[in-house]
């Protein structure tokens, strides 16, 4: 076991950054209490460099809305940025790395009522759901369809209001994502997501956030554990598995990432003008010449 990624609120807080309305209490770390328009996050200080690995989640979500009257959920994150709220889940949109989402609210399905079926749903999810997302920073989450677009696999869940812990494991093992859940009070995992082929960077680091909206949710964290795993590999899988600079996923293509366009300042932009010109001017002398010396040719041929 890796010690600083035990007991987040016990002890290793120096190791730990809260941001938002995330709150240190006795037991657990609440990310977001159950009020609306409420976001906050919990976020290690320590790069991860292991090469396999497996993080724990002991988490519990609770609050006084019933049936689908409550949201959002949570998300726990190995990304290359860290720190950075935003409309997902309470983190950055276009994200770099691995997300676990923890959705309680069914976007997708109140939008299909809204909209009285004029379309064929599909396959209808049963919430809270589990989902995986790879993003080379290319992606957006699709809020409307509860990230189905982008989505390596999922399950349902059912986490809200139990009275016994929850749990969730986070696998990562010669390229190969496994995300299992113990939610059932029984001390077993139960398979949720399983994906190989995912290529993640080594250097990036842990988090966990939530959002709530209109709705909302007490979402608490008890605890993150963090194993290294000890994994024989052959000197074939040693060459296939070298270190990887930026997540991606085998034989799912991920929109490949453009630099941003360096606005000009004032001075570039009047020197390109200015030589334009210049460049125009030059053109249309050179031109001039050459065609009056077509027509002396011309008119000494016509003699």
């Known amino acids: 076991m890796v010690p600083w990624a035990n007991g987040v609120g016990t002890g290793s807080s120096s190791l730990w950054n809260l941001m938002g309305n995330a709150m240190v209490m006795t037991q657990y770390i609440r990310l977001t209490p159950d009020m609306q328009s409420k976001q906050g996050a919990l976020w290690n200080r320590v790069p991860c460099f292991l090469r396999d690995w497996e993080l724990q989640v002991h988490f519990r979500i609770h609050g006084q809305g019933k049936k689908n009257l409550h949201g959002d959920g ?40 809204a909209q009285k079926r004029r379309y064929s749903p599909g396959v209808q ?52 994502l496994t995300v299992m859940m113990d939610i059932d009070g029984k001390h077993e995992w139960r398979d949720c997501i399983e994906v190989p082929g995912v290529r993640l960077p080594r250097g990036y680091y842990f988090g966990t956030s939530s ?17 290294e795993l000890t994994v024989d590999r052959t000197p074939e899988e040693e060459k296939l598995h070298r270190d990887v600079f930026m997540p991606s996923v085998d034989n799912m293509k991920l929109p490949e990432m453009t630099a941003p366009l360096v606005p000009l300042s004032g001075l570039a932009l009047f020197l390109i003008v200015f030589f334009s010109l210049v460049f125009s001017v030059f053109a249309i002398v050179i031109g001039i010449i050459l065609y009056n010396k077509w027509q002396e040719q011309s008119r000494k041929r016509f003699y």
């Open 74 to 113: 949570l998300a726990i994150w190995y990304t290359k940025d860290r720190m950075q709220p935003g409309p997902v889940f309470g983190n950055m949109d276009k994200f770099v790395g691995l997300g676990v989402f923890v959705d309680t609210y069914p976007n997708e399905e109140k939008q299909q009522e």
């Open 125 to 176: 999810r049963v919430f809270p759901y589990i989902s995986a997302m790879v993003n080379n920073g290319s992606l957006s989450y699709d809020h409307e369809r509860d990230g189905r677009p982008t989505e390596l696999g999922g399950c349902t869940a059912i986490v809200r209001n139990l009275h016994y812990d929850t749990f969730l494991v986070i696998r990562y093992v010669k390229r190969h």
């Open 211 to 227: 959002i709530t909206g209109d709705l909302s949710d007490n979402h608490d964290i008890i605890s993150l554990k963090l194993f």
